[in-house]
């Protein structure tokens, strides 16, 4: 035993106390740890903060501190003396709020924009809450019954015929149309020794498609005929199509619950045509060019969006096809439109394509603003979701192949939800960029928000130095709320499909 005493190893005093841990929560330690922790970050922090102050204290000086709330025309927006200083002018606002939401639209037609308005949103809300059941049936709701609804809600008009009658009397045309094409080929087979005898065959496989369509159209055409003879078509039309769709869903075998389902889908049909009154004329018709402000924004943004993502798909699957034909026609329209700025396709939708078409024939000048959106736009989408479909293992694919599954279902229901899972952030960007894009048709003479802000800038009465600002920042703020509100939803779409990556 060691004979060491054991106050050599007993300490005598006390072990100073050491300093507090630096604090790493809350505010202070948000400043701390992600503000002032290297020199580089507080030179940055003081750079962003001086930034800051120029920017935002002249703003909010201006639009809330120095601004004018009430007034009846110009005189409450000008300085009473020359040391005044005067801000927004928000009673301009207030005078062309209306003009801003519905442009030139009658005033006494008005309460049909609100309810096209109401009933997107009661719509588009329970897609956009994923705990609220009910997703297929309201989606097909939102993408196939609003517009035709919305349609002759905004623009107005009635029902000419309706289901049958319009379906006979199209393929009708079209059988004739194949008929005659196939006898003028028949005919100039003669024309020459190569080509001649080609043009015969062809000829003659078109009139004999043509017989074989009259003979599935004999049914169509003595319905048509029985149909005319009622004093409402528009109902007989609706009956008669009811009966015949109910009558195919029996055929193929789809049960009492498909039948009642296209039962009531007809009877939902029936009952929109009369509160409508789209058998008696509908509501007054209000052209196209009357519409304008937030309401061709909303318009030309929602048909663009959701008219682009089939267009992007259908070409994003055409350039990975394995039919060179497809792929070329894929790769052809992609570059095309691609290369080609916007103003330009909407140049050409409105003021050349007109040239193009049958005599008679027109398209109104919004659709063809909307088409030549949705075409540019596809492009743009089919490219951001055919990254997508890259960044899907190609075992993916080979797994269902493996299980039996058809190319259709696989791409369905295996790799197109993931490739669009990983394009989220690339699709909703388009998207933003397209909602502000909807003010180049207003070089088209299709008044939009800014359109409409400009026209509102013509009014003498409200001419002042302040006017113009307070415009921009109205507008400003109102597709700020728009793309600030799908970045963020994307964000929550993302992060929800993406639950399973977090650690």
């Given at each position: 035993m060691s004979d060491t005493p054991s106050s050599i190893f007993v300490r005598q005093e006390l072990v100073p106390e050491r300093s507090a841990p630096v604090k790493t929560t809350g505010f202070i330690g948000f400043l701390r740890t992600r503000l002032f922790n290297s020199p580089t970050n507080i030179l940055i922090t003081i750079v962003c903060a001086l930034l800051l102050w120029f920017i935002l204290v002249p703003a909010i000086k201006f639009t809330l501190i120095d601004a004018v709330w009430t007034g009846k025309d110009r005189t409450a927006c000008l300085p009473k003396s020359p040391n005044e200083v005067v801000g927004a002018c928000w009673p301009f606002i207030q005078a062309k709020f209306s003009q801003f939401v519905y442009g030139f639209y009658p005033e006494a037609e008005r309460w049909r924009v609100n309810l096209t308005f109401l009933l997107a949103a009661i719509l588009l809300l329970p897609l956009l809450i994923p705990r609220l059941p009910g997703k297929a049936p309201n989606a097909i709701l939102f993408f196939l019954a609003f517009p035709v609804v919305a349609f002759f809600l905004l623009h107005g008009g009635g029902l000419g015929g309706f289901g049958v009658s319009w379906?006979?009397?199209?393929?009708?045309?079209?059988?004739?149309?194949?008929?005659?094409?196939?006898?003028?080929?028949?005919?100039?087979?003669?024309?020459?020794?190569?080509?001649?005898?080609?043009?015969?065959?062809?000829?003659?496989?078109?009139?004999?498609?043509?017989?074989?369509?009259?003979?599935?159209?004999?049914?169509?055409?003595?319905?048509?005929?029985?149909?005319?003879?009622?004093?409402r078509p528009v109902w007989a039309d609706l009956a008669a199509t009811a009966v015949i769709?109910?009558?195919?869903?029996?055929?193929?075998?789809?049960?009492?619950?498909?039948?009642?389902?296209?039962?009531?889908?007809?009877?939902?049909?029936?009952?929109?045509?009369?509160?409508?009154?789209?058998d008696r004329g509908g509501f007054p018709v209000v052209g196209t060019r009357l519409w304008g402000g937030l309401l061709v924004t909303l318009v030309v943004a929602v048909t663009g969006?959701?008219?682009?993502?089939?267009?992007?798909?259908?070409?994003?699957?055409?350039?990975?096809?394995?039919?060179?034909?497809?792929?070329?026609?894929?790769?052809?329209?992609?570059?095309?439109?691609?290369?080609?700025?916007?103003?330009?396709?909407?140049?050409?939708?409105?003021?050349?394509?007109p040239l193009f078409v049958p005599t008679g024939f027109t398209i109104d000048g919004l659709v063809r603003a909307l088409i030549g959106i949705a075409l540019f736009t596809?492009?743009?989408?089919?490219?951001?979701?055919?990254?997508?479909?890259?960044?899907?293992?190609?075992?993916?694919?080979?797994?269902?192949?493996?299980?039996?599954?058809?190319?259709?279902?696989?791409?369905?229901?295996?790799?197109?939800?993931?490739?669009?899972?990983?394009?989220?952030?690339?699709?909703?960007n388009s998207f933003i960029g397209l909602f502000k894009d909807t003010s180049l048709v207003s070089i088209v003479a299709l008044f939009d928000l800014l359109g409409q802000l400009r026209a509102a800038f013509a009014d003498p009465n409200w001419s002042t130095p302040s006017t113009l600002f307070t415009g921009f920042a109205f507008t400003g703020l109102i597709y700020f709320a728009f793309c600030f509100g799908m970045s963020r939803y994307s964000l929550f779409v993302e992060n929800r499909l993406n639950a399973h990556r977090r650690n």
């Open positions: 379906t006979a009397a199209l393929l009708s045309g079209f059988n004739d149309s194949i008929a005659d094409g196939g006898r003028k080929l028949g005919a100039a087979g003669g024309t020459t020794a190569v080509i001649g005898p080609l043009l015969w065959l062809v000829g003659q496989l078109l009139v004999l498609v043509s017989t074989l369509v009259g003979w599935v159209l004999l049914p169509l055409t003595w319905l048509r005929e029985q149909i005319q003879a009622f004093d769709v109910s009558g195919l869903m029996l055929w193929l075998g789809g049960g009492l619950r498909s039948l009642a389902t296209t039962l009531g889908v007809f009877v939902a049909i029936g009952v929109v045509i009369a509160i409508m009154g789209l969006i959701v008219a682009s993502m089939p267009v992007g798909i259908a070409l994003a699957l055409g350039r990975q096809s394995t039919i060179p034909l497809i792929r070329i026609f894929s790769i052809a329209f992609i570059e095309f439109w691609r290369g080609v700025p916007l103003i330009t396709v909407l140049f050409f939708a409105t003021y050349m394509l596809g492009a743009y989408q089919a490219e951001n979701i055919r990254g997508g479909l890259q960044a899907i293992p190609r075992g993916q694919g080979e797994a269902a192949s493996a299980l039996g599954l058809s190319w259709g279902k696989t791409t369905a229901l295996i790799v197109m939800p993931q490739a669009l899972r990983h394009v989220i952030p690339s699709l909703v």
